[in-house]
C-alpha cells in the first residue's frame, strides 16, 4: 500500500499477556517512529529507528516494551506482562529520513483488560 | 516538565469565529511541524516551518515561526465545523537529533 499500515487495528488482551504490534512503514523510509497516545492527548514518543538499529529508546517506558526492526522495513513494539496502563492507541510513523515530516498509521487501539 | 507547550488544551467555538493556537518552547526548534488528527485516526501532516520567521498559509490557516524558533502559531481565520479535530504541534530539536517531540494538542470544537 501507499501509507503506513498497522496491525491489529484493534487488540483486546488481559493483564498479564504477551502482545505484538506490527508497523509497515512507506516503502524506502528509512526512519520509523513509535508513539503512543491516550485519548484527547499528544503522543507520547516511545522510540525510533534509523534503518535497522535504535538511534533513540528513551521514551520506552520500561523493560516491558521492546522494539525491532530487523530488515530495516517492518517493525514490531512488543510488550511483555501487559498492564492496565497499558492501554491506549499505539501509533507508527515514517519518514524519508530524519529531520523531514512523518507519515501517521490509523494506530493500533490496545485495551488491556 | 514538557519539551514542548501548547495552549490551549480546549478551545470551542462558534462557526466563522477566529482563533489562534500557540506551540512554545524554551529550547531551538531545527523545524516544527503541524499536524491534524481526527478521531480513530493517525495524524496528517498540514505544514512544516524550517526559516525563523516563517509564514505559511493553507486556504483558511496561517501557520508562523517565531525568529528565534522557539515558537510557533497556528491562526483559523473564519472557522467552519469541518475544522473540528486536535490539532497537534511537533518539533524536531537539534540536541535531540532526529527525535520528533509533540505538544499536548489543541482539541478544536467548531459549534454550527
Known amino acids: 500500500g501507499a501509507g503506513v499500515s498497522q496491525t491489529p487495528s484493534n487488540k483486546v488482551t488481559e493483564k498479564g499477556k504477551y502482545v505484538e504490534l506490527r508497523c509497515d512503514p512507506i516503502?524506502?523510509?528509512?526512519?520509523l517512529y513509535w508513539y503512543r497516545q491516550s485519548l484527547g492527548q499528544g503522543p507520547e514518543f516511545l522510540i525510533y529507528?534509523?534503518?535497522?538499529?535504535?538511534?533513540?529508546d528513551s521514551g520506552l517506558p520500561n523493560d516491558r516494551f521492546f522494539a525491532v526492526r530487523p530488515e530495516g522495513s517492518v517493525s514490531t513494539l512488543k510488550i511483555q506482562r501487559t498492564e492496565r496502563g497499558d492501554s491506549a492507541v499505539y501509533l507508527c510513523a515514517s519518514s524519508p529520513n530524519q529531520n523531514t515530516e512523518a507519515f501517521f498509521g490509523q494506530g493500533t487501539r490496545l485495551t488491556v483488560v | 516538565t514538557q519539551l514542548l507547550e501548547q495552549s490551549p488544551q480546549f478551545l470551542s467555538i462558534q462557526e466563522g469565529e477566529n482563533l489562534t493556537v500557540y506551540c512554545n518552547s524554551s529550547?531551538?526548534?531545527?523545524?516544527l511541524q503541524w499536524y491534524r488528527q481526527e478521531p480513530g485516526e493517525g495524524p496528517v501532516l498540514l505544514v512544516t516551518?524550517?526559516?525563523?520567521?516563517e509564514v505559511k498559509k493553507l486556504k483558511r490557516l496561517t501557520f508562523q515561526f517565531g525568529d528565534a524558533r522557539k515558537d510557533s502559531s497556528l491562526h483559523i481565520t473564519a472557522a467552519q465545523p469541518g475544522d473540528t479535530g486536535l490539532y497537534l504541534c511537533?518539533?524536531?530539536?537539534?540536541?535531540?537529533?532526529?527525535?520528533?517531540?509533540f505538544g499536548q494538542g489543541t482539541e478544536l470544537s467548531v459549534k454550527p
Open positions: 529550547s531551538v526548534f531545527s523545524s
Open positions: 529507528f534509523q534503518g535497522t538499529g535504535a538511534a533513540d
Open positions: 516551518v524550517v526559516t525563523g520567521g
Open positions: 516503502s524506502g523510509h528509512t526512519a
Open positions: 511537533a518539533g524536531l530539536f537539534f540536541e535531540l537529533g532526529g527525535k520528533l517531540i
